[in-house]
């Protein structure tokens, strides 16, 4: 008999299997047991959370309290819809935005939307393990004195790596040239719960700040925060995209669960998350001490990352005969230890304040082991089967692409689709991107890199996700015709 999505996931939840990845109540902090005898819609006395007036506006009164936010707004499509409503708040139909080139599919498609003009900021890169930096506040600087018609600056921070850009001095340098700064701070819900952490970006002088509650806090997948504070934003447009781009028929079960977070938080939240980070620390010290796999700190200075979000738990394989994805495979495969990403050069564990003594264990000793393993293939004295080839070089990823048309041009424009290997040289109608964690690898607009075919073929053998074209298989992409 075929199995339907529900029994794989009972059946899934009755394994043994760990998650290191969001959601962020790893499947262990529940708020309620019955989600369908609360699945309402707006009957009277439960508000509307586009007219809140009542329980919804204390609700959201409750989150902007925690986060010291003037406004909060709940989020029930994710921070994608705050991200999109962000944008198009802030930067009028066709103007210009400076945002970070690694910033989450979504700001493109915001930018799509609103006909915009991008400029990109670049972070700096590792290149020997492809993890990207802060973005510099003199970077954002330069850009805003290169273009005085931008309108507003999008950072993501931290990023999906961990990494944080020092928001302060952005902000000020935004506010001098009369700009909104808008944080993609979706990875950091849980920045403000612990001084472990580092400050988050409300604190820090941003305009918007958009928090995933799902990715860090014990909440469930689909729930995030806008917070908005200071005179630079529109508040007014802002509302009324969020009730554009959200649901008109937000889940009472998704924003129930907000609240209760919200509530847990605030009553017992300085309690465990000083639990969490004391096994944190140790979690860390002791993988410190790896010979061959290497915890990523931040304090790299090939990193060039301003503040590091320790909550992640980078893994790097570059000085062992294994690639991100086979370290991934041997984690879920031998340890049923399941990662947030894996990427060529390292994989990537998320941990919350729901995570468990045991998880953490567990994590510990299979990662020592596999250190030691990774020790013995190095020298050749068991033959181990493991080691793969050497890997390829993904420097071009952080080069920056040659724009020849608006996103809304090249999306508009005709179309046809080629061979991806004869694709060099033209101009990409299409987004490429590896998933997680969704930044796009070519923008449509942009001249498409000579190296890119075999670049990305390369990915693909190297178990990557490549994600983005209309042709699963890679084996054709839309271009511009002309």
């Given at each position: 008999?075929?199995?339907?999505?529900?029994?794989?996931?009972?059946?899934?939840?009755?394994?043994?299997?760990?998650?290191?990845?969001?959601?962020?109540?790893?499947?262990?902090?529940?708020?309620?047991?019955?989600?369908?005898?609360?699945?309402?819609?707006?009957?009277?006395?439960f508000d509307n959370l586009f007219h809140a007036e009542g329980i919804l506006m204390e609700a959201q009164n409750r989150a902007a309290r925690l986060y010291r936010a003037e406004e909060t707004y709940y989020l029930v499509n994710g921070s994608t819809c705050g991200i999109l409503a962000a944008v198009s708040s802030s930067v009028s139909r066709g103007g210009r935005i400076l945002m970070a080139r690694n910033s989450?599919?979504?700001?493109?498609?915001?930018?799509?939307?609103?006909?915009?003009?991008?400029?990109?900021?670049?972070?700096?890169?590792?290149?020997?393990?492809?993890?990207?930096?802060?973005?510099?506040?003199?970077?954002?600087?330069?850009?805003?004195?290169?273009?005085?018609?931008?309108?507003?600056?999008?950072?993501?921070?931290?990023?999906?790596?961990?990494?944080?850009?020092?928001?302060?001095?952005?902000?000020?340098?935004?506010?001098?040239?009369?700009?909104?700064?808008?944080?993609?701070?979706?990875?950091?819900?849980?920045?403000?719960?612990?001084?472990?952490?580092?400050?988050?970006?409300?604190?820090?002088?941003?305009?918007?700040?958009?928090?995933?509650?799902?990715?860090t806090l014990p909440s469930m997948t689909q729930t995030a925060l806008l917070h908005v504070q200071g005179p630079w934003a529109d508040r007014i447009k802002l509302k009324k995209y969020l009730g554009i781009y959200q649901s008109s028929s937000p889940s009472y079960v998704l924003m129930a669960g907000m609240d209760a977070c919200i509530c847990l938080l605030q009553k017992q939240g300085r309690e465990l998350f000083d639990t969490y980070t004391q096994r944190l620390e140790k979690l860390r010290g002791s993988l410190s001490r790896m010979q061959h796999l290497h915890l990523v700190d931040g304090t790299e200075k090939e990193l060039s990352a301003y503040d590091f979000d320790c909550s992640k738990v980078?893994?790097?394989t570059e000085r062992t005969g294994w690639n991100g994805p086979e370290l991934s495979a041997l984690l879920r495969q031998e340890y049923h230890l399941e990662m947030e990403m894996e990427a060529e050069h390292y994989v990537t564990a998320i941990t919350t304040v729901a995570d468990t003594q045991e998880g953490f264990d567990r994590l510990e000793t299979a990662l020592l082991e596999l250190d030691e393993?990774?020790?013995?293939?190095?020298?050749?004295?068991?033959?181990?089967?493991?080691?793969?080839?050497?890997?390829?070089?993904?420097?071009?990823?952080?080069?920056?692409?040659e724009e020849i048309l608006t996103i809304e041009e090249a999306e508009n424009s005709v179309q046809r689709c080629i061979p991806l290997a004869e694709s060099g040289g033209r101009i990409s109608g299409e987004f490429v991107y590896l998933y997680p964690p969704g930044i796009p690898?070519?923008?449509?607009?942009?001249?498409?890199?000579?190296?890119?075919?075999?670049?990305?073929?390369?990915?693909?053998?190297?178990?990557?996700?490549?994600?983005?074209?209309?042709?699963?298989?890679?084996?054709?992409?839309?271009?511009?015709?002309?």
């Open positions: 008999m075929e199995e339907n999505l529900l029994q794989k996931l009972e059946r899934y939840r009755a394994s043994d299997f760990y998650p290191f990845h969001m959601p962020g109540h790893k499947r262990n902090m529940a708020h309620f047991d019955d989600p369908f005898s609360i699945d309402i819609t707006e009957i009277d006395g989450h599919k979504a700001a493109y498609h915001a930018a799509f939307l609103n006909g915009l003009h991008v400029s990109y900021l670049y972070p700096e890169a590792d290149m020997s393990r492809g993890i990207n930096g802060s973005i510099s506040p003199q970077q954002v600087e330069e850009s805003l004195r290169s273009h005085s018609d931008i309108k507003a600056v999008l950072i993501t921070s931290p990023t999906y790596d961990g990494v944080v850009s020092d928001i302060r001095a952005i902000a000020e340098a935004v506010h001098r040239a009369g700009a909104v700064l808008i944080v993609d701070e979706a990875h950091g819900a849980h920045f403000p719960m612990h001084p472990y952490f580092p400050q988050p970006s409300l604190a820090c002088g941003a305009d918007i700040v958009i928090n995933s509650l799902h990715k980078l893994i790097s393993r990774a020790g013995r293939c190095l020298n050749d004295t068991d033959g181990c089967e493991d080691r793969p080839d050497s890997h390829p070089d993904y420097s071009w990823l952080h080069t920056p692409g690898l070519l923008v449509p607009g942009e001249r498409i890199p000579e190296e890119m075919p075999r670049m990305l073929a390369g990915c693909r053998r190297s178990g990557l996700k490549v994600q983005g074209p209309a042709d699963y298989t890679l084996e054709q992409i839309r271009t511009v015709d002309r």
